[in-house]
C-alpha cells in the first residue's frame, strides 16, 4: 500500500474491523510507580474499542500457552524496583523470544526495557533502553518530533509539547527506525524517543516516555502509544 491517505485509513480502521487483538500488558515489577501508570495504559489502549487488555502482576510465572493467548506483550516491567522480583527462568526467556519470533507483538514503555542486560535478544526486541552514558534531568516540558511522517505509526500525528522524563542518550539497537524524537537542552539535540523494529516475523514498539500516570494523560503519549501498539498488532499497514 501506498503511503497516502490509504495508511491513515488503516489506521482508523482499528474501529471498522471484526476481529480484537488481545494484549498483555506485563508489571508487578518496577522501579517507576507501575501501581498507578499501569490502569493508564489499560485505559488508553481499550479506549480504541479493538484492543482487549489483561494484566499480569508476576510474568516469569507465565507459560508458553500463555503468552500465545495473546496478540501483543507490552512491558511495564523491570528488575530495578524496591522488592527485587525472581528472576524469568530460562523456559520463559526462550518462551518471550519465540513469541515475537513467530510474529507476536512487543511494546515497550519508558523504562519497560531495563533489565537483562547479558540478554542480546531480549535487548534486540526492546530496541532501546538505559546504559551506562544514559541520562536524565527533572521532569520538564520539553517538545517532541516527528521527523518523517511517512510510517503509518506516526501519520497523523502533530508535533507536541509535554511534561515528561526525557531521556537522552538511550542505548539504541541497530536496524531501528526512529519515529520520534524529543529536545534535550541537556544535549542540545533531538533525542531518539519512539522506535519500531523487526525480529523474525514480529513487530517490536517502543516509547521512552510516560515516566508516570501525569505524563501518560498527554495526548501525543496516547496517540503514539495507541497507534504503535496497533501496529505491532498487525492492525495498521506497513508502506510497499
Known sequence: MPQ?????????????????SRVLILTGANNHNWEATTPVLKEILEASGKLNVDVCYDPGKLTENDLNAYDVLLSNWNGFGKTKPVPWPECFRKAYIEFVRKGGGHVVVHAGSSSYYDWEEYHTICNATWKNGTGHK??????????????????????FRTIDELW????????????????????????????ISYFGEGRCFTLLLGHNDKAMKNAGFQALLKHGTAWVAGRLVDPD
Open 4 to 20: 497516502s491517505k490509504a495508511a491513515y485509513v488503516a489506521l482508523a480502521g482499528l474501529n471498522a474491523t471484526a476481529e480484537v
Open 168 to 195: 537522552y542518550k538511550p542505548f539504541v539497537q541497530p536496524d531501528t527506525r526512529i519515529l520520534a524524537e524529543s529536545y534535550s537542552k541537556t544535549t542540545g539535540k533531538w533525542e531518539p524517543t519512539a522506535f
Open 138 to 159: 527533572k521532569m520538564h516540558e520539553f517538545e517532541v518530533r516527528i521527523p518523517d511522517k511517512s510510517h503509518p505509526v506516526v501519520m497523523g500525528i502533530e508535533d
